[in-house]
């Protein structure tokens, strides 16, 4: 199997025995920053690849569809870009990456956690005003209020 690792699964996996490549991306290798997690990097083999800027593009219209732009790190993107692009396996516990993912048609594997059993679209609230809105914005238009993100529309997965 072909994965693409994001940080968090670079420093808590123990085990990358299962994977026949690994790959991950610059981005994600200048996020480590302790010794340990370097040479544990460098003792998988791991081939560090970048996304074309294409699949970046087309990675956050896609996020930007969910609501889970605002959520995304530029690593996540070039995660999510490169797992499409290679057609590999995201090894990651982010939700926001696993829900694009799934949208993308990218299996994700969670390294702690059970994993998204829904997919989700994002919209924001105006907790005061109780408007719905789109787009993104930080604060309401209406009465300056800070919005909060909720789910608009739930999926369940198979």
């Known amino acids: 199997m072909e994965v693409i690792l994001d940080t968090s699964a ?9 994977f026949d490549e690994i790959y991950t ?11 340990k997690t370097e040479l544990k990097l460098h003792s998988i083999d791991a081939k560090t690849l970048e ?13 930007a ?8 790190s530029k690593t996540d993107l070039d995660v999510l870009a490169l797992a499409k692009e290679l057609k590999a396996v995201i090894v990651s516990d982010d939700y926001n990456v696993q829900n694009v993912a ?8 969670p390294v702690f956690s059970r994993g998204i059993s829904k997919l989700f679209v994002w919209k924001k609230y105006c907790p005061a005003c109780k408007k719905l809105l789109k787009g993104e914005l930080n604060e309401c238009p209406v009465c300056g209020t800070k919005l909060k993100r909720v789910p608009r529309e739930k999926v369940k997965l198979k």
């Not at 996304?51 to 996020?63: G, L, Y």
């Open 65 to 72: 569809k969910t609501g889970d732009l605002e959520k995304l």
């Open 51 to 63: 996304p074309k800027r294409e699949s970046v593009e087309r990675v956050k219209k896609i996020a």
């Open 10 to 18: 670079i420093i808590y996996l123990q085990n990358f025995s299962t």
């Open 25 to 35: 991306t610059d981005s994600v290798v200048r996020e480590i920053k302790d010794r």
């Open 102 to 109: 799934e949208r993308m048609g990218v299996k994700a594997i």
